[in-house]
């Protein structure tokens, strides 16, 4: 993430009024700013001489004044999505911060992951930076199908409904999705979130799983 972060700024930088890090939590409590200078590999002093456009923020989950509605799966949408295991409204809410940019840029790891399939891609939003309904959501569709028949698995229902809900969203989206292993840098994929998933998932198949 160090790596991440020293790129994406010294590229944008220049050219951006802002340059905006929403840590994608999920449902996980809150980041200190020590914790957050520690992920992306820079100390406060680092912070305030060299990258003073970079402003930090945590996702508040279970605050209404920081999410917004973007669109309501229908149980029409529910069922096709699910294969008919659930049949539901889902209301789609992510923060705020998302469209109030003129682009988001995903930076983060995909590796197998026991809810989704494989991790990374659009996940940091839906739901890494979602509201509480979809949220649940993810994680009950996941629940009923189970971690054996998901996990390293690259296109599951619970994948198509992450998809679904950034396919709503109308700002700009582009991504950088690594492989690691063992603290080392396996693959490093840029693009649209959903090409660069896609690669970095098809690595992560062959470098994570036995």
């Known amino acids: 993430m160090d790596q991440a972060f020293r790129l994406l700024y010294q590229h944008l930088a220049p050219r951006a009024k802002a340059l905006n890090v929403l840590v994608a939590l999920g449902t996980h409590p809150p980041m200190t700013d020590e914790q957050i200078y520690?992920?992306?590999g820079i100390t406060a002093a680092d912070h305030q001489a060299k990258y003073p456009k970079a402003k930090f923020f945590n996702?508040?989950?279970k605050d209404p004044k920081s999410l917004m509605k973007v669109e309501t799966l229908?149980?029409?949408d529910v069922a096709d999505i699910t294969g008919g295991?659930?049949?539901m409204e889902v209301a789609i809410t992510c923060n705020k911060m998302v469209e109030e940019h003129d682009l988001v840029i995903i930076a983060g790891p995909v590796f197998p992951h026991e809810v989704v399939g494989f991790s990374g891609g659009?996940?940091?939003l839906f739901p890494g930076v979602a509201g509480q309904e979809i949220i649940d959501f993810f994680h009950w569709l996941g629940a009923i199908i189970t971690n054996a028949e998901i996990i390293g698995k690259k296109m599951t229902p619970v994948r198509k409904v992450v998809e679904?809900?950034?396919s709503l969203l109308k700002v700009e989206r582009?991504?950088?999705c690594m492989v690691v292993k063992n603290h080392a840098l396996c693959g490093l994929y840029a693009g649209t979130p959903e090409e660069a998933w896609s690669a970095a998932a098809d690595l992560s198949a062959q470098v994570h799983i036995r």
């Open 38 to 40: 520690r992920r992306v």
């Open 59 to 61: 996702h508040l989950w």
């Open 74 to 76: 229908s149980r029409r």
């Open 85 to 87: 295991l659930f049949e």
């Open 122 to 124: 659009h996940k940091y």
């Open 164 to 166: 679904k809900a950034a």
């Open 174 to 176: 582009k991504a950088f």
